[in-house]
């Protein structure tokens, strides 16, 4: 069976220190495609084969990070992916360094939009996001996405994070730009998303119509999930974090989720399973992760292999 790892920061150590062992390790798992998504806007290309895709995206945690012309974002290193992802703690919308940073920011069980009501621009109706105060923010994204050097496979990761130390209303100028490139470039969002889901999903109805929205390493609320799953547009990826024993929201909604709205990642090299004894979390994993989603799900895992492949052509049907 051929497996397709959605969501893998093969940009950060330590797998970039192993890129050759990783890849090799991968495909000898039957992972046969690998999205590596963008931090500080491009993914830098060490010389990934034809398999490895790239996305575009400037991730909510280092959304404050433009100089005025982009060029502090674009000046994005290898080794700091590691570095902004740990910062950020993530394992809502994707997976920092370490498991351990990762359970230390779990937001609360019931975190479901509400709670940044009262935080920075949580609250202004989305059409004053084209005040004057917000277009030079989508001129520095813009700018930076028009000195890419390849073709992405998508936009992001980009969303809203209520943990992170950014203005909520400077995150969200930020994914509104990148909302709209992926929607100007026909472009699939890979989506970070931790609290504000009601204001993500607002601005996606609003903005994001007619592209793919993937809900990636989802550990909401099947509540939440069923909001985005009523759209045509949205799937939802699962991680190594579904598999943890503390695991509580995601394993039900992984088991009540369309099959073909479902996706595959490992979010690498955060989020490995509870069972994995390598360094770090790898692609080479993505297969055991899909039979604990397809045991969860009473599902053959060659039904699941199909449903999940499917999905992906769904959302990438050129790739």
Not at 133 to 152: C, K, M, N
Not at 235 to 252: D, H, I, Q
């Amino acid at each position: 069976m051929e497996w397709f790892d959605t969501h893998c920061h093969l940009d950060a150590e330590p797998l970039a220190a192993d890129l050759a062992g990783v890849l090799h390790r991968a495909w000898e798992a039957g992972v046969r495609r690998i999205l590596v998504p963008g931090i500080r806007g491009p993914v830098p290309d060490p010389g990934f084969p034809s398999w490895v895709g790239r996305a575009w995206g400037i991730h909510p945690g280092v959304a404050d990070g433009t100089a005025g012309d982009g060029s502090a974002w674009g000046r994005s290193a290898v080794g700091e992916v590691g570095r902004i992802l740990g910062a950020t703690g993530d394992i809502a919308g994707n997976g920092g360094t370490t498991a351990g940073s990762a359970i230390a920011r779990r937001p609360p069980e019931g975190m479901d939009g509400t709670r940044d009501a009262g935080r920075e621009g949580a609250g202004a109706p989305i059409a004053e996001r084209g005040s004057a105060a917000v277009r030079p923010v989508a001129d520095d994204v813009r700018a930076l996405f028009a000195r890419r050097t390849y073709v992405p496979r998508a936009i992001g990761e980009t969303g809203l994070d209520v943990q992170a130390d950014v203005p909520l209303a400077r995150q969200e100028a930020v994914f509104l730009a990148q909302v709209d490139l992926a929607r100007e470039q026909g472009l699939p969002l890979l989506l970070h998303m931790r609290g504000a889901w009601e204001r993500t999903l607002a601005i996606l109805r609003e903005r994001g119509r007619g592209i793919p929205w993937v809900l990636h390493s989802f550990s909401g609320s099947w509540e939440t999930a069923r909001l985005f799953l009523r759209e045509e547009e949205a799937w939802v990826s699962f991680s190594g974090s579904l598999c943890r024993p503390n695991a509580r929201k995601t394993p039900r909604v992984a088991g009540a989720a369309p099959g073909d709205r479902c996706l595959l990642e490992t979010d690498a090299p955060d989020l490995a399973p509870p069972w994995w004894q390598g360094p770090c979390n790898e692609p080479a994993v993505l297969p055991a992760i899909a039979r604990f989603l397809a045991d969860l799900r009473a599902e053959p895992l060659e039904r699941l292999n199909r449903r999940v492949q499917q999905a992906a052509h769904a959302v990438w049907p050129d790739w």
